[in-house]
């Protein structure tokens, strides 16, 4: 169990971060392939597919990010840390971290991993140990995360507006209390399920950023000097009712009412076809209606538009999906 002391001040500071980071993921995502789901809290749906068709293959996929994965947990401060979500920057500042930083974190995994020659190079903090780490981990996302990343961005999405939501109806308060499935409030401590040690962690004003992630099964928290803590928190997990379609089929129609169930997760109009299995003109048809009828929203972005639900369509999905 985490315990989290807050003061006033700390509760006036809590921010949580739009998106995932993409480098944190990637060394969640290693690691997942490499134990699978192990931690407190239920892995995501559909992941256990994912690493079945992947996993065989992570150590030429990984490179040395599969060596840079702590055996006894945790992980390296580079990846909890970068200040930006975006791989390229992030890979950048973890290769950019000066030696001694580097050495240190190194020096913390088992000596089987320490004495790999990649490692030794990064350990010392060369140019080529350098040029490995982002060259590996650049081609591990490309490889093997970038067909999850837009699934990824729209569970955020979907994240952000559910937090977004819990804030304006119940406050902080309310966002500690819901954030995550066995976590819960008792002002001014928040326990946070952890396989870890019992550990208190004072914030002494510093703030909170909450970090969410596809990947992460355990939570993670780290500081740097004069910032605020860092919190990794897993993305919220829809149960994904199947029934949508046969209990709203009657008032919205079959299909209508199966577009409106496939944006339980925010998608563009061509997402949402392949995800019901029609064409593109019928999914854009469907999606005015809903629209229309005040149960998705849909937004430009860039040229595609992305539907989302609103309150009254989840609401509508989860009454209509609701066991009797």
Request: a neutral charge; one cysteine or more; proline letters at 8%.
């Amino acid at each position: 169990m985490l315990r989290i002391h807050f003061t006033e001040a700390d509760l006036r500071h809590i921010t949580i971060a739009p998106v995932p980071n993409a480098l944190l993921e990637a060394a969640l995502s290693v690691r997942y392939l490499r134990t699978g789901p192990t931690g407190t809290v239920r892995p995501r749906p559909g992941l256990t597919q994912w690493r079945k068709a992947v996993a065989r293959s992570v150590a030429p996929r990984a490179g040395v990010l599969l060596d840079l994965d702590p055996r006894q947990g945790g992980l390296l401060d580079f990846f909890i840390h970068p200040p930006t979500p975006e791989l390229r920057a992030g890979i950048e500042l973890a290769a950019a971290t000066p030696a001694e930083e580097l050495s240190a974190e190194i020096a913390f995994l088992d000596c089987r991993a320490r004495e790999t020659v990649q490692l030794r190079e990064l350990a010392d903090g060369t140019s080529k140990g350098r040029q490995i780490l982002a060259r590996d981990t650049l081609r591990y996302f490309d490889s093997t995360l970038a067909p999850l990343w837009p699934q990824m961005q729209s569970t955020a999405v979907a994240d952000r507006a559910l937090r977004a939501e819990t804030v304006l109806r119940g406050g902080v308060d309310a966002l500690l209390a819901t954030l995550v499935p066995g976590w819960y409030w008792q002002s001014p401590t928040w326990h946070v399920s952890s396989s870890c040690d019992p550990t208190d962690v004072y914030l002494g004003g510093q703030g909170l950023t909450l970090v969410p992630s596809y990947f992460a099964l355990d939570p993670m928290y780290m500081r740097r000097p004069d910032q605020p803590w860092i919190l990794t928190y897993p993305l919220h997990a829809d149960e994904h009712p199947t029934h949508a379609a046969d209990i709203l089929g009657p008032l919205l129609g079959r299909t209508r009412a199966a577009v409106l169930a496939s944006l339980r997760h925010p998608a563009t109009t061509t997402e949402t076809a392949d995800r019901v299995g029609i064409s593109a003109s019928s999914a854009s048809e469907h999606t005015t209606i809903l629209r229309n009828a005040g149960l998705i929203t849909t937004t430009r972005t860039g040229t595609a538009v992305l539907h989302a639900l609103t309150p009254l369509g989840t609401a509508l999905l989860h009454n209509g999906t609701r066991p009797t």
